[in-house]
């Protein structure tokens, strides 16, 4: 079954503790991003990157990094997470950035 | 900053009755795609329609693109109670360089409410 897998799915932690969210696709897209959703705030683009080791910033690249090693994992990192960063967060791909993207279920963060 | 805007915030009608929720941009774009998500789960693709097209039906929906006035309208007919649910729109960039498609910018999205 075509999916896009993030992990983990829900993860309450505290200020300063690093974490990674992994986000892996089985369709052999090219395209990957990440987006985090707010109330009020709609979606909005963390990161994406158009193929292995080409990684770019979307509109809310402040306090995350991203990499993209292999073409179906682009895992998100929060080298030192804050409250503001509490969020609904989704993993998309599709096999080219103008196509349709294939989303993830999601994975709530809240930091303590 | 967000590009994509919806309107209305939210919609309530009864089933049968057609829904229309709008989106606003700002800027030119390649394409535009509406999406549709239920409580708390990702988003799913409906329809994307193309900066050179003017409208696109996909059973019950229909996408109009007016690249003039910077906008889009989504109308769901016949809606059902199934069709509860938040709409948005995303809108295509290019890159500085003009060489690849990769932003993406939502709206803040439509609530649709259908009573049965």
């Known amino acids: 079954e075509a999916q896009v897998t993030q992990n983990p799915r829900y993860l309450i932690t505290v200020t300063g503790k690093k974490l990674t969210v992994t986000c892996s696709q089985n369709?052999?897209?090219?395209?990957m991003s990440w987006y985090r959703q707010d109330p009020g705030l709609g979606l909005r683009q963390i990161y994406y990157?158009?193929?292995?080791?080409?990684?770019d910033k979307g509109d809310v690249p402040e306090g995350y990094k991203v990499s993209r090693k292999e073409k179906r994992n682009f895992p998100l990192i929060l080298e030192s997470p804050s409250p503001n960063q509490t969020s609904l967060y989704f993993c998309?791909?599709?096999?080219?950035?103008?196509?349709?993207?294939?989303f993830g279920d999601g994975t709530r963060l809240s930091i303590l | 900053s967000q590009q994509g805007e919806e309107d209305p915030q939210a919609l309530s009608i009864q089933e049968g009755e057609n829904a229309t929720m709008n989106c606003s941009y700002k800027?030119?774009?390649?394409?535009l795609q509406w999406y549709r998500q239920n409580s708390g789960r990702g988003l799913v693709h409906l329809i994307l329609?193309?900066?050179?097209?003017r409208e696109k039906h996909s059973g019950r929906l229909r996408v109009t693109l007016d690249t003039s006035k910077k906008s889009s309208s989504l109308l769901i007919t016949a809606s059902r109670a199934a069709d509860t649910a938040s709409y948005f729109c995303?809108?295509?960039?290019?890159?500085?360089?003009?060489?690849?498609?990769?932003?993406?910018?939502f709206g803040q999205g439509t609530i649709l409410t259908v009573h049965p």
């Open positions: 995303a809108t295509i960039h290019p890159n500085a360089g003009g060489t690849s498609y990769g932003k993406l910018t």
């Open positions: 329609i193309r900066s050179n097209e």
């Open positions: 998309a791909s599709s096999g080219a950035g103008r196509e349709p993207q294939h």
């Open positions: 990157s158009m193929n292995v080791e080409v990684t």
């Open positions: 369709m052999n897209h090219e395209y």
């Open positions: 800027t030119s774009i390649n394409n």
